[in-house]
């Protein structure tokens, strides 16, 4: 390329040349006309219409199957949430009571290994004060043991037993003190009744303990009679304290069922009402083999909702429910012009590749409306593709769209050659050339385009860009060269090997507006800064004729750069058709 430039003639506007067609053959196509077959459509208060009966069927049937389902699904989540809570602060309170208990035998092993000498029950009687009313403590012979005598063995516990001068039956605890002595504590029922009233929560429920399935250690609302230990029964059979009922628990009649969820429990009838039971089996520490549970009646925890409640509360789920439904239909109905306002604003910004065609609709006049915009998408985009739409949305974002707006700036200007593509394109068919000119200008203007700049014409195998107008780029001389480098560095890793690039780059004072006549106007930018810059590119031959790409740079727009850019200085060179030399610089 070595044509003269002086003044560049701008053909990018131009047109493709053909028939124009006449008024009459586009009035012929109308709004209401459409592509294809007639599709069925709706009238918008038609399909509103069917739209919220068909809400109502589902939200109807969607309240039916809740109340058929809920009872059991919503006691189950109620008692996971609580029962966990109840259960775990039952289990803190008695294992703290035996923890309490241990510590208090150990200080009195302590006390006596201090005492050096038996006890007498004199010694133990500060000790018993603290004791839980009702529980004794005394003195037995340890039998002899072989452990070393600083260590003191493990508090052992019994099972209930039956034991004289105690009504009930008594769990026992036996520490030897190492010293000949075994120290015994003896507690009562009465001991662990006092124990589990103070895991009641609230008063909504009652606890109980049970040694096993079948024997009871503490049952609310049993009287003490109830609890009278025999040598044959230190604890009472469940099933035999028919004044709570929870001796019906285990029984498999009526409604009675497992829980299901996360906790272990029994639902079941009792006294004319529901009762609930949750429970947990104790598996290690004195307590080993007890079940340790709450009971309450089930409707005051929401297990059994009655009907009233249950019609409250879906009437609510549905009202929300339709609520939200509702809100999602207009949604949706106004969903179509609002993409209708979105792709008209892309339209403004002429970018047809993020704006897609508006679908079909059902309903008849959003149907029209959208057929009549995709129209003219489709036309503006065939004129677009003849037009920079870039320096147009500029121009438009700027309010610069008024003619003869003509300024002097200082702008820098890149030029562009496909090197050796004279001959290249001898040796290629026209779908060849073509082609390898697309691929070529598609890199180019992508380097150019991501760097901020305006291609202001194809020349050929060039390119010419510029940057610094039509919007304030203060740092136009900086953008210019990362797009140089980007250009390169795109070019050397294209597998093309026959693409070689060369590049000029000068910064200076050009007039830069919109050119032509009142029929046909071109922004373009006029000055020697022009002709410097294509005197740079065709001297790249000169410097390196075989390089895959050499970009050479003037010294006027390497004093624009940031000090560290790094440059190779080729010295002054006399530039064809200009008097004075030029301080020349090579990028890449």
């Known amino acids: 390329m070595s044509q003269e430039i002086l003044p560049p003639q701008n053909t990018s506007s131009d047109g493709p040349r053909g028939v124009e067609p006449s008024g009459d053959t586009q009035a012929q196509r109308t709004v209401g006309q459409r592509d294809g077959p007639m599709r069925f459509t709706l009238p918008v208060g038609v399909a509103l219409g069917l739209i919220f009966s068909l809400l109502l069927v589902v939200i109807c049937g969607l309240i039916i199957t809740y109340m058929a389902s809920a009872d059991r699904r919503i006691a189950g989540r109620l008692l996971d949430e609580q029962g966990l809570a109840v259960l775990k602060r039952n289990e803190t309170v008695l294992e703290s009571f035996f923890s309490e208990q241990e510590l208090l035998f150990r200080s009195i092993a302590v006390h006596a290994a201090e005492k050096k000498e038996t006890l007498s029950d004199a010694d133990l009687e500060p000790f018993t004060r603290l004791l839980p009313g009702g529980a004794r403590l005394e003195l037995g012979r340890a039998v002899l043991s072989e452990e070393p005598a600083d260590e003191l063995p493990a508090v052992s516990w019994t099972d209930f037993r039956y034991k004289e001068g105690f009504e009930t039956g008594v769990k026992s605890a036996e520490l030897d003190l190492g010293n000949g002595q075994l120290l015994i504590g003896d507690y009562p029922q009465s001991v662990f009744k006092t124990v589990a009233g103070s895991m009641t929560w609230e008063g909504q429920q009652e606890t109980f303990i049970l040694s096993g399935r079948d024997k009871a250690v503490v049952v609310g609302g049993v009287s003490e009679r109830d609890f009278a230990a025999t040598p044959e029964n230190p604890l009472p059979d469940l099933s035999q304290l028919t004044a709570s009922p929870l001796h019906l628990i285990w029984n498999d009649q009526g409604r009675a069922h497992d829980m299901g969820g996360v906790i272990d429990g029994r639902v079941f009838p009792g006294d004319r009402r ?11 520490g004195p307590a080993k083999g007890w079940i340790l549970g709450t009971l309450y009646q089930a409707d005051e925890f929401g297990a059994a909702l009655d009907q009233t409640r249950i019609v409250l509360y879906a009437a609510l789920v549905a009202l929300i429910v339709g609520a939200v439904l509702s809100f999602i239909v207009g949604r949706m109905l106004g969903k179509p012009l609002s993409r209708l306002a979105h792709t008209a604003s892309g339209l403004r910004q002429l970018d047809f590749d993020a704006t897609e065609k508006l679908p079909r609709s059902r309903l008849s006049e959003l149907d029209d409306v959208n057929q009549a915009f995709n129209g003219s998408i489709g036309a503006l985009n065939a004129f677009a593709k003849y037009v920079p739409r870039q320096l147009v949305t500029r121009l438009i974002e700027e309010g610069m769209t008024s003619s003869r707006n003509i300024q002097i700036r200082e702008m820098t200007i890149v030029f562009t050659d496909l090197a050796g593509f004279t001959n290249m394109a001898s040796h290629m068919t026209a779908e060849e050339t073509a082609s390898y000119l697309n691929g070529y200008f598609e890199t180019v203007s992508q380097a150019i385009a991501e760097s901020h700049g305006t291609i202001d014409k194809y020349l050929g195998d060039g390119v010419m860009a510029f940057w610094g107008a ?18 390169a560095e795109r070019v050397e890793q294209s597998p093309s090997v026959t693409m070689r690039v060369r590049i000029g780059v000068h910064t ?33 031959k000169q410097v390196d004729p075989d390089a895959r790409v050499i970009a050479l740079v003037s010294g006027d727009t390497m004093a624009q750069l940031p000090e560290g850019e790094s440059a190779t200085s080729l010295g002054t060179v006399q530039l064809r058709g200009r008097s004075d030399p030029l301080t020349v610089f090579r990028i890449a």
């Open 508 to 540: 200076g004072k050009v007039v830069v507006g919109d050119i032509g006549s009142s029929a046909r106007m071109n922004y373009t930018v006029i000055g020697d800064a022009v002709n410097v810059a294509a005197r740079l590119q065709e001297h790249g």
């Open 470 to 487: 039509p919007s304030d780029q203060p740092e136009h001389a900086s953008m210019a060269i990362a797009a140089v480098k980007r250009l």
């Open 274 to 284: 529901m009762f609930t039971a949750i429970y947990t089996d104790v598996n290690s």
